[in-house]
């Protein structure tokens, strides 16, 4: 799909939302992105490069948080020149709308922890380019519908809503399957972050027993039998060490064969769809 047909986007073709867990440099996102792109055209979805210019909920300020953000900017305006590729980050505060992310990023990304922060989410909605909020980790999915209002409030209704989980005791999500009914049920495309799905909060990232990545395929194979609109997974060329999100980041030979099985039960499933 080429960029300025983003705001058409409707769910119903598969979209393929991945990258870094955050922008480290060029160099890593230019080969990410270059390996997804490829894999995505090979599985005929579309594809949308993300990475999050500001990791703001590291769970220590020792940990590396992001790059300056003129910096991450011109990495992410050098991708969409050098693939022809749409973009996507997470916003924290309406400053950085001002400060160029409104315009450089093609869909903007509201933090599962900010999602029910009125001010912020108003604001990203009324640039006007399509919105994707994160459920929140403490909202049942029936939540998200206060926050569907509050983005059509400002007359933007170009949603997509992405399930990661909620909170089950102190560190473990756990991924309802109904959640992705409810969700389906407010009108609006809804996608799977299946990586953030089995993350282990409280542990380091870059300790090994932070991320249960054997669950990966079941909750993958389950959530395309669902008949989402698309996939969110974190992908980088060398996981272990990665930035941020070491224990759950995908490497190129698991994304390749966790991704393809996605989408194949993905299109199987919809054919199904259409035939009933």
Known sequence: MKISEWTKWDGSRQLLMAGNCVL??????????????????????????????????????????????DEAL???????????????????YPTELEAGVAEVMDVLQVPAYL?????????????????NVKKAQFLAPEGMAKVCKKIESVGNQSIILTERGTCFGYQDLVVDPRSFQIMKGLGYPVIFDAGHSIRRYGIPSADPSGGSKHFLKTLMSASAATNLAGLFIEVHPDPKNALCDAASQLSFDEAGRLITRYF???????ELANEI
């Open 24 to 69: 480290e440099n060029k160099a890593i996102a230019f080969k990410t992105i270059d390996y997804l792109k490829k894999l995505a055209n090979s599985l005929d979805v579309d594809f949308i490069f993300k990475a999050s210019y500001k990791k703001d909920n590291r769970s220590s300020d020792q940990y590396f948080s992001g790059l300056p953000l």
């Open 264 to 270: 194949d039960i993905a299109k199987f499933v919809k």
């Open 115 to 131: 999602a029910m922060q009125t001010e912020l989410v108003q604001a990203i909605a009324r640039v006007g380019k399509p919105v």
């Open 74 to 92: 011109r990495i992410f305006e050098d991708a969409k020149k050098e693939f022809d590729i749409a973009v996507v980050s997470d916003v924290h």
